[in-house]
């Protein structure tokens, strides 16, 4: 009884402070001027998402929790259940999961399993099961404390290398498993037709989501970082064809801004390229703040953006027999998670980008505990000062308390961009 | 211009491949009949034995001429072997392995019975990628019996006996174009097993057991034959040289594994090897499947004299996928 009285209490407060905490991230994001009319739609998603709580999608349909953009989520929307992305990036759900996390564990998961925990009651229910990759340790870990929670776990095994056709092979028969087990899970068997309609879905969302990436390296910047993160982490839990549309609509503003000459910031505002732990709603702190010191975020290459939609699946024969494989591919070969062994693709990507972005600057987020990126930052910075293109290492978590220190160290980056800059005039 | 290349680049090669196969196919099995000759030395399997057929395949003549005796094939008579090799060649050249691809009738046959596996919705098999490179070490054992066995006619190797004119043309007796080309002719006579002498007889049995597996591998695996042919291996030798080239550009691929996904032949390196500019291997039949399923700008790229004819693009690759089927 007070158990449950206790909990009562933390759910409260705890949705409290994520309301206030979307709120003001909103605030800092819709400060900005000159914002696209069209990103209205997306402002009011975070907006009523996170009144209250968090609100999973209510439509009738199953809902599968994922905990990482490895689960091909095709698999779960033919089997016609709709996948949300657990990820948290919530400061009241970091505070949460401190509970019962360990203080040096990375705040996504800890956010993550915080959510899980204080809305164990009602997530429960919703979820049919929770799909996790067996990526990084943290979260191969939280299967066995969501388990304890009562929580339906799916395990997905996953090579921790991509390079070995036994991997890959690993890999392909990981993904047919899942399958399986995800029809049995929401009662529809998966067929190729209902494949191919979610094959198509993520193929027009990637197709709108690179020509957005496109206008954002525009030398007229006609679109600021900060709100490319919003479209993209909404794709974590939004309908897939509103989303679509949404985007649609943006990319046809945009396009008029670029023909109309409209610049977004200071062209000569220092490009960035961000990459590290995934930002995602409401702790966008570090990307916001390098926006406000004047940079203007140009490129990224996180989880939690560019990852997420950049691929495309693409099979030979309309078959499951091919489909199936083909989907894991997609989900397995591109990827510059750090948790694979060896990871030269992610250098190799970040550098591709530098140089077809005209990117001016690094910014290198790591999660205090997020060890792989944290272990990754050498290798990257060494690369990048042969390049001659600096980056700023910063390591941080969900808490607002290291805001002022991290905007001075910000602003210093931006400014020594900009001397750069202007002595090579 | 750009308006051509983006025409270009948007388009969906499977299809116009598929055109181009029966067209080419129409012309080297049936060109005879509107008196077509293309040549005598052509770098595909035209089969001689088909005798409406709209030119030759080489490696008939060329398993001909190495029964010569090494007397007579140093002598005058070389220069016309040479010329010989050497027309092979100008037609080679021009468009690279594209020939496996867009023009021979066997590959074509081999994609058909693809089509008509997925049309009766039946899966493929498939084999882990070292079982295929040790498969395709066979076609140069192949190249160099087709050689070597007709030399032994003319020719005593290490003081043994020379051999018999049976083994004349001994790639021609077990290759499934002798068997099947004819067919569509309507003249069933290669479809025997000659028993007129013992090497006949083993020969011609060979080549009907071998047009089974022919036949049953193709249906069964994309391009079964391809990995075994001793023609693709003579190519090889010449693909260096030849106008029409595919190459990657390393730095723009993702190794998103699309391209070897889609290939027929499972050449691995397409996705994998980021250094070399020249990504045609010795299995590739220039099908281009691979560029039309490269989503990213200009990373893979065809092109005839420096001048690019076919290349990866986004927006290509988006149109491509999302088009087929409406």
Redesign the interface.
């Known amino acids: 009884m007070i158990e449950s009285e206790r909990q009562a209490r933390v759910r409260k407060s705890t949705s409290l402070h994520l309301a206030m905490e979307a709120a003001e991230t909103l605030r800092q994001i819709t400060e900005f001027p000159d914002n696209p009319e069209s990103m209205a739609y997306f402002y009011d998603l975070y907006q009523s998402r996170f009144k209250d709580g968090m609100i999973l999608p209510q439509n009738g349909k199953k809902l599968v929790g994922t905990m990482c953009l490895q689960v091909p989520d095709e698999l779960i929307v033919a089997a016609g259940a709709v996948p949300v992305r657990l990820c948290s990036g919530a400061y009241a759900f970091d505070q949460a999961g401190g509970d019962f996390m360990p203080a040096k564990s990375c705040p996504l998961v800890r956010a993550t399993m915080g959510m899980l925990q204080v809305n164990n009651d009602t997530m429960k229910d919703n979820l049919s099961t929770i799909v996790i990759p067996t990526t990084c340790d943290q979260k191969r870990s939280s299967v066995e404390m969501l388990r304890n929670m009562d929580y339906p776990v799916t395990v997905l095994e996953m090579p921790a290398s991509k390079e070995s056709?036994e991997a890959r092979?690993y890999w392909q028969e990981s993904v047919k498993q899942f399958a399986l087990s995800i029809q049995k899970t929401c009662g529809r068997k998966i067929t190729a037709k209902a494949l191919?309609a979610a094959v198509?879905t993520k193929?027009?969302a990637?197709?709108l989501f690179?020509s957005l990436q496109q206008l954002r390296t525009e030398s007229h910047p006609v679109i600021l970082g900060k709100d490319i993160w919003l479209v993209s982490n909404s794709y974590f839990f939004d309908d897939p064809d509103q989303w679509c549309k949404a985007v649609g609509k943006l990319i046809a503003e945009l396009d008029s801004r670029k023909s109309a000459g409209f610049s977004a910031i200071n062209r000569k505002a220092p490009r960035l390229l961000f990459t590290g732990s995934p930002p995602i709603f409401p702790n966008l702190k570090l990307p916001i703040l390098v926006e406000q010191a004047g940079g203007l975020v140009v490129a990224d290459e996180t989880c939690s953006s560019e990852r997420l939609l950049?691929?495309?699946v693409?099979?030979?024969?309309?078959?499951l027999?091919?489909m199936v494989p083909?989907i894991a591919?997609?989900y397995l070969?591109?990827c510059t998670c750090p948790c694979l062994t060896p990871n030269t693709?992610r250098a190799?990507?970040i550098l591709?980008m530098v140089?077809s972005n005209r990117v001016e600057g690094v910014v290198y987020q790591a999660f205090s505990g997020c060890l792989p990126y944290e272990m990754e930052q050498r290798g990257i910075s060494d690369m990048l000062s042969r390049e001659g293109v600096p980056m700023l290492f910063v390591e941080t978590d969900y808490s607002p308390e290291d805001q002022g220190q991290l905007s001075t160290r910000v602003e210093a980056f931006i400014e020594s961009i900009k001397v750069r800059k202007r002595k090579k005039q | 211009m750009s308006s051509i290349r983006k025409f270009l680049n948007n388009s969906d090669i499977n299809r116009f491949r598929f055109y181009f196969q029966l067209v080419a196919f129409g012309l080297l099995v049936y060109g005879g009949y509107l008196s077509i000759n293309i040549g005598d030395q052509l770098p595909t399997f035209a089969c001689v034995f088909d005798d409406k057929r709209g030119g030759s395949c080489y490696l008939m003549g060329f398993q001909h001429q190495m029964t010569f005796p090494y007397a007579r094939l140093f002598s005058g008579a070389g220069i016309g072997i040479l010329i010989g090799l050497l027309t092979f060649v100008g037609f080679f050249i021009i468009f690279n392995k594209a020939w496996c691809g867009f023009a021979c009738p066997l590959g074509a046959i081999q994609d058909w019975l693809t089509m008509l596996r997925c049309k009766m919705g039946i899966y493929y098999s498939s084999y882990s990628e070292p079982v295929f490179k040790r498969l395709s070490t066979i076609k140069y054992i192949l190249l160099a019996l087709l050689i070597l066995i007709p030399m032994g006619i003319g020719n005593s190797f290490f003081g043994l006996p020379t051999l018999n004119h049976d083994f004349g043309v001994p790639f021609c007796m077990i290759c499934p174009g002798r068997t099947l080309l004819p067919l569509f002719n309507g003249d069933f006579s290669q479809l025997a097993i000659d028993f007129s002498s013992k090497t006949k007889m083993v020969f011609s049995g060979l080549g009907l057991g071998i047009t089974g597996m022919f036949l049953a591998g193709a249906f069964a695996k994309k391009r079964f034959f391809c990995l075994f042919c001793p023609m693709s291996a003579l190519h090889y030798i010449f693909s260096r040289a030849s106008l029409l080239r595919l190459t990657k550009d390393g730095e723009k691929c993702t190794r998103c594994g699309n391209c070897y996904r889609v290939c027929d032949v499972g050449i691995r390196a397409i996705a994998d090897d980021l250094e070399h500019i020249n990504i045609v291997k010795d299995d590739c039949m220039m099908c281009l499947k691979c560029v039309s399923a490269c989503p990213e700008d200009g990373c893979l790229k065809a092109s005839f004299l420096g001048m690019p004819v076919y290349e990866s693009t986004a927006e290509g690759f988006f149109r491509r996928r999302l088009k087929e089927d409406d």
């Not at chain 1, 693409?314 to 078959?319: P, T």
Request: net charge neutral; glycine share 4%.
């Open positions: 056709d092979t191919n198509r193929l027009e990637g197709k690179r950049h691929d495309a693409v099979f030979d024969e309309k078959n027999n091919d083909a591919d997609r070969k591109p693709d190799k990507k591709e140089r």
